[in-house]
T-cell receptor, first 113, second 116 residues
Framework: GQQLNQSPQSMFIQEGEDVSMNCTSS?????WLWYKQEPGEGPVLLIA?????ELTSNGRLTAQFGITRKDSFLNISASIPSDVGIYFC?????????????FGKGTLLTVNP | GAGVSQSPSNKVTEKGKDVELRCDPI?????LYWYRQSLGQGLEFLIY????????KSGLPSDRFSAERTGGSVSTLTIQRTQQEDSAVYLC??????????????FGEGSWLTVV
């Protein structure tokens, strides 16, 4: 099946620092989504991207849909302790079903106060 | 509640036993999805239901796995003769219409299954 390569696997940062994580794919994706999962919870949608080149912000979060449609990044500015969690990229790929999400393996973010 | 509800939240079962996991989607949502999340892994698609259409079962890992959705609402995922490799968090999700395009897919908190 389709694979999403997400990096880094984990990050340990100081409060106030900016964070960047990204996902790449060997095939073209039609949508890119970024989710956050906290312990004992299901993933919660942060940002959805639908067009190549699209740059979208949600508060301190900014994400972009790569021009090649094979990558996306998520930036978090001025991190705070409640940003702790696992961040997943996900998407639907061209030629696949429009409802079936492919997920990356996640980036575990730890923020040191 | 207003969100996707799953039960049980935790289940420990002996190898070889059958288990049933239940999902109550958000009221009015026509699309329902099951995903599996193994330790340290991303979510893996299992099955998809949309209205009265035939479900997409392409992600079910073996014939020990089955799911149904009754009355277009509640769904049950059944795992027969459980194996240790079935240990994972089983996440249910629903959305108003199919797919993420212009539409939010909401996840439940998951059912954590441990097979001993």
């Amino acid at each position: 099946g389709q694979q999403l390569n997400q990096s880094p696997q984990s990050m340990f940062i100081q409060e106030g620092e900016d964070v960047s994580m990204n996902c790449t794919s060997s095939s073209i994706f039609n949508t890119w989504l970024w989710y956050k999962q906290e312990p004992g919870e299901g993933p919660v949608l942060l940002i959805a991207l639908y067009k190549a080149g699209e740059l979208t912000s949600n508060g301190r979060l900014t994400a972009q849909f790569g021009i090649t449609r094979k990558d996306s990044f998520l930036n978090i500015s001025a991190s705070i302790p409640s940003d702790v969690g696992i961040y997943f990229c996900a998407g639907t790929h061209s030629g696949g079903s429009n409802y079936k999400l492919t997920f990356g393996k996640g980036t575990l973010l730890t923020v040191n106060p | 509640g207003a969100g996707v509800s799953q039960s049980p939240s935790n289940k420990v079962t002996e190898k070889g036993k059958d288990v049933e996991l239940r999902c109550d989607p958000i009221s009015g949502h026509t699309a329902l999805y099951w995903y599996r999340q193994s330790l340290g892994q991303g979510l893996e698609f299992l099955i998809y239901f949309q209205g009265n259409s035939a479900p997409d079962k392409s992600g079910l890992p073996s014939d020990r796995f089955s799911a149904e959705r009754t009355g277009g609402s509640v769904s049950t995922l059944t795992i027969q003769r459980t194996q240790q490799e079935d240990s994972a968090v089983y996440l249910c999700a629903s959305s108003l219409v199919p797919g993420p395009s212009g539409n939010t897919i909401y996840f439940g908190e998951g059912s954590w299954l441990t097979v001993v």
